[in-house]
């Protein structure tokens, strides 16, 4: 059974900088895909970054280009989001994803993924 576990939410200023964890068991993410969405009050979910390829390429949302970044640690089977120069309209509920099997193209949207966290929190503030 897989479980994704994310940690690392928090409330920040503008312009700070937070690092998202996302722990997973039953699954390994270095063969598979993943993704980091977001989704504001009100708002649907959104996909912030992904990792396809077998890890070896990432994607990013507009929004987060040049200032967040996906990564995995395979020893620990954990995928990290590290935010930089975080902006009020980051504020929201951010959420790792997986899927099984290789993905040549970057997945995009929420129903391309299988497993989901719970959700970790983070607030900016101006």
């Known amino acids: 059974q897989v479980h994704l576990v994310e940690s690392g939410g928090g409330s920040v200023q503008a312009g700070g900088s937070l690092r998202l964890s996302c722990a997973a068991s039953?699954?390994?993410?270095?063969?598979?895909?993943m993704g980091w969405f977001r989704q504001a009050q009100g708002k649907e979910r959104e996909l912030v970054a992904s990792?396809?390829?077998?890890?070896?390429?990432?994607y990013y949302a507009d929004s987060a280009k040049g200032r967040f970044t996906i990564s995995q640690d395979k020893a620990d089977n954990t995928l990290y989001l590290q935010m930089t120069d975080l902006k009020s309209e980051d504020t929201g509920m951010y959420y790792c994803a997986a899927r099984d099997g290789y993905c040549s193209i970057p997945l995009k949207i929420t129903r391309d993924f299988t497993w989901w966290g719970q959700g970790t929190q983070v607030t900016v503030s101006t």
């Open positions: 990792m396809f390829r077998g890890a070896q390429s990432t």
């Open positions: 039953g699954f390994t993410y270095s063969s598979n895909c």
